[in-house]
């Protein structure tokens, strides 16, 4: 009996450390707009030295997260490139509360190839490019407004024939870097990272020319419902003055 109590105790004591590990060590899964993809391993890793706590990122275009959240993907917080996902989120009954404002995107054209951009809006309609790579505007906030852009200036039925669509900003970017395409329009904060700064040319967009990229952020139904306490601390951070110098550092403006 003496030894089935010790048996017993130390089978108790063994569960009892495993759930405090794993209470201690929790992971948070996060839906990450694709412009987010270089800044975001600076803010997971800041999170981590804080808390103790991993966190999971996904990136791709902001509508594509809202078709796989909408069919049951098991996400616990989403970071959009825009506001009106999130909100249709939360108009489906999918988030815990209205979206707000962690960041505004800007728009920049980039190339790295040898090209003049002082005139770029002459340059995109030369025979000079043949390709102009942006986010699919179906999907993904900053090639919509990459699309907007060029109809502000009138380009775009002069450089519809030239235009090649990447599935989010993270694919575009491959477009660029590598040269299939000779130019094309992507997020500040990717040039701006320390991966890619000092590769190519690039411009910043006239803000007149599109809207303001407005980036929400939401937790989600099922972070609430599954990882409630760490999905709320993990989106509270987001607002922190530590993740404010980081998004400013990485070209991005601050609500």
Same mark, same amino acid.
């Given at each position: ?5 010790? &048996? ?12 405090? =590990?794993?209470?201690?060590?929790? #992971? ?25 706590? !991993? ?11 809202? #078709? ?42 980039? #190339? ?5 951009? =002082? ?25 919509? !407004? ?17 235009? %090649?669509?990447? !599935? ?14 000779? &130019? ?5 904060? %990717? ?54 110098? &980081?998004? !400013? ?7």
């Amino acid at each position: 009996m003496k030894l089935a109590r010790q &048996i017993c105790t130390c089978a108790a004591t063994i569960l009892l450390l495993l759930s405090v =590990s794993s209470a201690s060590a929790q #992971t948070l899964s996060v839906a990450v707009a694709a412009n987010m993809q270089y800044v975001f391993d600076d803010i997971k890793d800041e999170f981590k030295k804080e808390t103790g706590h !991993e966190v999971q990122a996904v990136f791709n275009s902001s509508g594509k997260f809202v #078709t796989q959240i909408m069919n049951g993907a098991p996400f616990d917080v989403f970071l959009s490139a825009d506001m009106e996902y999130p909100e249709y989120l939360r108009a489906q009954g999918f988030t815990t509360a209205a979206p707000k404002v962690y960041a505004y995107g800007v728009l920049v054209l980039w #190339t790295t190839k040898n090209l003049d951009l =002082s005139h770029w809006q002459t340059l995109l309609a030369s025979d000079s490019v043949n390709k102009i790579a942006l986010a699919n505007p179906k999907t993904a906030p900053y090639g919509r !407004e990459a699309m907007r852009a060029l109809s502000f200036y009138t380009l775009d039925g002069k450089v519809q024939a030239k235009l %090649v669509f990447g !599935e989010s900003i993270a694919q575009t970017n491959q477009y660029i870097h590598s040269g299939v395409a000779d &130019i094309g329009f992507t997020a500040k904060s %990717v040039v701006s990272s320390a991966e890619m700064k000092g590769q190519g040319k690039w411009i910043e967009l006239p803000p007149a020319s599109y809207q303001a990229i407005a980036q929400g952020a939401v937790i989600l139904k099922h972070g609430k419902d599954t990882n409630g306490v760490l999905a709320q601390q993990f989106y509270d951070f987001l607002y922190s003055a530590k993740v404010r110098v &980081i998004l !400013e550092r990485n070209g991005y403006k601050l609500p």
